[in-house]
């Protein structure tokens, strides 16, 4: 057994339908119906009805459902009391931040706020996108950093979070640079001959945006991907060693664009006018103050300098 399987269940109870759960728990939908099915063998019965549309629970299901809520309501009071209980905390900022951001923007980002804002102490818990959000949702983190695209939005009502734009990074294709200064491989849209390629693993929140620039093109790359990692520096990496094109914030590559050692890899112009890049909002969200379940004088300090800034 797993919690996940348990707030995946309570997920398709409310939206009845295992497509738009699989969204809001930022997996694909063939891995949401592989976790749904591990718990009704786990059960050891059928918890859903799979031959109606929408989707609806079985009796057992109906059963099942409310004593998951109630699992989950009695793990999470568990939670939140151990984490009053937690010495020294009280003015310890603890931050929920994607993998990506954690590792490129979070560490410059904090450096500089510690020169204009003063001194604080502060947490880094680096999370995949959806666990991060899920520690803002469970109270478990007073601030979510993360990225936000108008076409990947982050499942967080505004009547009870709120949020503030830190600045902006941008998507886009490097590969390692050669002896003559040029991208070892490049983004062509023409020819036949296939492209190796680095992705982020499927269901990640960057490899959403990768599709989204790749099937918007006019004719699609041929790429064969040798590499797969939910983390940007990890694609990073490989792409510095040669093994293929990889798409990657600005912020993460900033060092190797000054030493040429990564260049870009779009298409040339006479190549392609279409843009082979995304810009996403980096954003910062933190429970409305009235509702908020562990709230801190320093993270509300630190709030209203960023909302003054």
């Known amino acids: 057994m797993e ?4 707030e995946d269940f309570v997920s398709l109870a409310e939206t009845r339908s295992f497509s738009r759960s699989a969204q809001l728990r930022h997996v694909t939908q063939p891995a949401f119906s592989r976790r749904i099915q591990a718990l009704e ?8 009805d799979r031959s109606s549309y929408p989707t609806r629970l079985t009796p057992a299901g109906e059963t099942f459902h409310g004593q998951a809520l109630e699992v989950l309501g009695s793990l999470q009071a568990t939670r939140n009391m151990m984490r009053g209980l937690q010495a020294g905390g009280a003015d310890m900022i603890e931050f929920a931040v994607p993998h990506t951001l954690a590792f490129t923007f979070f560490p410059a980002w904090v450096m500089d706020l510690r020169k204009r804002f003063g001194e604080m102490k502060s947490r880094l818990i680096a999370l995949n996108v959806h666990d991060a959000v899920m520690r803002l949702t469970e109270g478990s983190c007073d601030l979510l950093v993360a990225y936000h695209h108008a076409s990947q939005p982050l499942q967080l009502s505004p009547d009870r979070y709120e ?16 002896a003559d200064g040029q991208p070892l491989f ?19 929140y960057m490899a959403r945006l990768v599709d989204q620039i790749l099937k918007s093109t006019p004719v699609l790359p041929h790429l064969d991907t040798v590499y797969e990692t939910d983390m940007a520096e990890g694609l990073k990496a490989m792409a510095l060693e040669g093994h293929g094109i990889a798409f990657l914030p600005s912020s993460s590559v900033k060092k190797e664009l000054r030493a040429r050692r990564l260049v870009s890899a779009a298409p040339l ?15 910062i969200y933190r429970e409305r103050p009235e509702l908020a ?7 509300q300090a630190l709030w209203e300098f960023l909302r003054q800034g």
């Open 293 to 299: 379940r562990h709230p801190k004088a320093g993270a």
């Open 269 to 283: 112009h006479d190549d392609s006018n279409h843009p082979y890049d995304v810009t996403m909002e980096v954003r």
């Open 163 to 178: 949020m503030l734009s830190l600045g902006q990074e941008t998507l886009a294709p490097y590969a390692k640079a050669g």
């Open 41 to 48: 063998a786990w059960a050891g019965l059928d918890l859903v």
């Open 186 to 204: 490049r983004l062509a849209t023409t020819g036949t001959a296939r492209i190796p390629f680095l992705g982020y693993a499927s269901g990640a």
């Open 3 to 6: 919690t996940k399987w348990l």
